[in-house]
Each structure stands twice: as C-alpha cells, then as structure tokens.
C-alpha cells in the first residue's frame, strides 16, 4: 500500500508572483466561457464583453484615485514600464532633436530590469541615462534626483517600492520636487513610477503621489498573470507602445484580454479595500519572522529599511553561507523562498540591488528573500525561522 502524506506548503515567494485568488477565478469564470464576445463588436455578446472592461476600469481607477480614462490595460508591468519610458522618449524626439539634443531619463541603479533594460535599450537609441545611486538601505534621495536634472531630461523613473528589498521610495517627495521645479523653470518633466510590488500592497493615491505615470501588474496581487496597467495622467499623451486596432482609445491595440481584466478588478478590489487590515496583519507577521532570524541565528543582517518597509518583505543575509543552496534546502522542506529576484535567479551573478546597496557579492549572495502573504499565519512564520535555524547551524556545523 503507498502512503501519501500531504505536507504542508510555504508559499514564501509573493513578490515573484501570487496565487490567483477564488474571488477572482470566479468573477473570470464567465469571461473564459459562455460570454466570449470580442470588446470591439457591437452585437450583444461583444457589448457585455465591453461594459465588463469599462466596469473593471472604473473599478481600478477608484483604487489609486484616477479617473478610468486615465487607466490602460496593458499585459503586465513590464509592458507598462516599456510603455511609459520607450513612449516618454518617443513623444520628446523631435523637440529633441531640433534643439540638437540627445534627451535624458534619471532612474536609480535598484530598478526592477523592466525598468533598467528599457534604459538600456534607449542608451542605444542615443538617450543619456542616469543612474543614481541609493543609500545602505536602499532609498533613493529626493535631492539627488533633482540636481540630476539637466535641461533635455524628459522622464524620472523610481519605483513605488523595492521588489528584492522592500524598500518604499520618497516618490510623493520626488513628485513634489519636479512640480516646484516645473513652477520655477517652466521644465515639464515626466515622472513614472512602478508601483508593481506597491500596488495592492500599500495605499496609493495618484494625484497625493504627483506621478503621471504608474505601472502596475495584476498577479502581484491574487489576479491573473498577463494583465496589468498604465495609468496616465489625463493632460499627458504618450504615443502607443503596440500598434494594430483601436483598442484602449487607440494607444494600446490587441483585443482585450476580458478575464484577465475582469479577475485584475476583482483582485484589486479585494486588495485596496481592506488595505488597512491586510497592512497591520502582514506587518505583525513581518516583523515577528524579522525578529525571530536576528534574534535566534547568529550574524543574521536585515537588508532594507525596517521603517519604510513594504508589509510582506523580509529580505535577510546570513553571511557566510550560500542563498541557491539556503533555497535548495528550504525546498526539502516545502518552503519556497527566493534568493535575489525571480528574473536573476538561476544565473550566479550576485542582486544588482543587494550591490547597490553596498553589500559586497559575498554578502549578496548569502541573502534570503521571504515575502509572505494575507494569508501567512504566525505559526507559518515560525514554522520558517524554526526550519531556518535549524538549517544554518546545521550548515554552520560542517
Ligand atoms: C514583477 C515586477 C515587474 C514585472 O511585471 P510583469 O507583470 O511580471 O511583467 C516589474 N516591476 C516590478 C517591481 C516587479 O516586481
């Protein structure tokens, strides 16, 4: 006779990516069946399809305070950060170019590669890009963005909160120090922020933040992989990033992607609506887990800010030892965690932002990324640290 004993699973990997939600299934459900229509056709079944986009970008609007015109439905965050630094750059060329000057973006050196490899990208197209440096906890000094600027700089890129460490950005200050800056100069400078590990996570409100343009992604926050969305401040009009129908009022063609859009709402409703409830217990949780590994394993360092902090991330070093081979244990134990970012790993080079931060590459890659979720119980948490410190002393010992 086989036994099959199911074991419990730690799911400590939410910022790579998080289960889609019950809710969100459900209100997909009839979007991937019965009500197939395409959103551009006028008979019935294409109109139901379309009022479900509308009404899901209503809804999404309401949660960071946008209007729904404001809202475009792209697929994913990295499409949206694509959009808004290829699109900021595309729209400021031929002023560019008729002044004799090559354009400039200010980002900082702990973006997601979204971000930094479309810079990349536009370094090759001849675009001046600055990368600024962060402090030992990864925050990004609001002064040095502004004395970054020159007179061609078109766009400033700083994400909402860091992916690997946590870290939430001055971004309302940054805002606010390009608007007085507009004020004095008459320099209108684009201000784009990735709000993908922020957005559903801690309350975000566009027009408190002055940002004119914000990424987001839905399977950061229980909806569907795939889908996400650009906001755009209303007096702004990038050109399209993908070209074919008129989809998206002409900006964004491809038929829309109806489930996924419908399961982003209701994912982001959730989310935002009980945001206050979903910080005080993530943080308790967070925190507990924070303490539990500085206090009970030697040498443990928190990476990133213990205040400015987003509620699900721990980000740890144990120096020493080795992250691929912390997550291949911890594996054993069906805890899946992360060591740097989802995109990097798999290749030996040591986290970019860890670096940036000063860690030497020892240090970075002895780091540990958990990120828990609503969902994670204390007795997960303690489940992990005990696991945990079982491991390094058992590691430590050899
Ligand atoms: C996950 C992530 C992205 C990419 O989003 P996708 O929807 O997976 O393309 C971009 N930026 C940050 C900060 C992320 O965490």
């Known amino acids: 006779m086989i036994i099959i004993i199911s074991m419990k699973n730690y799911y400590m990997d939410n910022a790579a990516t998080t289960p889609l939600s019950k809710e969100a299934l459900e209100a997909m459900m009839p979007y991937l069946t019965e009500e197939f229509?395409?959103?551009?056709?006028?008979?019935?079944?294409?109109?139901?399809?379309?009022?479900?986009?509308?009404?899901?970008?209503?809804?999404?609007?309401?949660?960071?305070?946008?209007?729904?015109?404001?809202?475009?439905?792209?697929?994913?965050?990295s499409e949206s950060d694509n959009w808004a630094l290829v699109g900021a750059y595309e729209q400021a060329r031929s002023a560019l170019r008729e002044k004799g000057l090559p354009g400039h973006i200010i980002t900082d050196k702990i973006e997601h590669h979204a971000v930094l490899n479309t810079c990349g990208y536009l370094e090759s197209r001849g675009v001046d890009v600055t990368y600024l440096d962060v402090d030992s906890q990864g925050n990004v000094n609001p002064g040095d963005v502004m004395a970054a600027i020159r007179e061609d700089t078109i766009l400033v890129s700083i994400m909402t909160a860091n992916n690997e460490v946590g870290t939430i950005e001055p971004v309302k200050e940054i805002g606010e120090g390009l608007r007085k800056h507009q004020e004095k100069t008459g320099q209108r400078i684009l201000f784009h922020t990735d709000a993908v590990q922020a957005y559903g996570h801690i309350a975000l409100d566009v027009s408190g933040l002055n940002v004119d343009l914000m990424s987001s992604s839905a399977h950061k926050l229980n909806g569907p992989k795939g889908t996400g969305f650009l906001y755009m401040r209303r007096d702004i009009t990038l050109p399209g990033f993908i070209h074919g129908g008129a989809q998206e009022r002409g900006r964004r063609a491809g038929t829309e992607n109806v489930p996924a859009i419908v399961g982003f709402a209701r994912a982001a409703e959730i989310a935002c609506g009980n945001i206050g409830t979903r910080m005080i217990r993530e943080t308790e949780v967070r925190d507990h887990?924070?303490?539990?590994?500085?206090?009970?394993?030697?040498?443990?360092?928190?990476?990133?800010?213990?205040e400015s902090r987003l509620p699900n991330n721990i980000n740890v070093c144990f120096p020493g030892t080795d992250g691929e081979t912390l997550l291949l244990l911890l594996n054993e134990h069906s805890i899946y965690a992360s060591a740097g970012s989802a995109c990097a790993s798999g290749s030996l080079e040591p986290s970019h932002v860890l670096m940036a931060m000063g860690l030497s590459?020892?240090?970075?890659?002895?780091?540990?990324?958990?990120?828990?979720?609503?969902?994670?119980?204390?007795?997960?948490?303690?489940?992990?640290?005990?696991?945990?410190?079982?491991?390094?002393?058992?590691?430590?010992?050899?």
Do not use: W
């Not at 887990?289 to 213990?306: K, Q, Y």
């Open 37 to 77: 229509g395409n959103a551009s056709t006028i008979y019935m079944p294409g109109q139901r399809a379309k009022s479900a986009v509308e009404n899901s970008r209503r809804t999404i609007a309401a949660t960071i305070n946008a209007r729904p015109s404001e809202i475009y439905f792209t697929s994913g965050g």
């Open 289 to 306: 887990l924070i303490n539990r590994l500085l206090n009970e394993i030697p040498g443990t360092v928190l990476n990133g800010s213990r």
């Open 361 to 398: 590459k020892d240090e970075a890659r002895a780091s540990l990324r958990l990120t828990i979720s609503h969902d994670t119980s204390m007795e997960d948490a303690d489940c992990v640290a005990d696991t945990l410190k079982q491991i390094l002393s058992r590691l430590r010992n050899i």
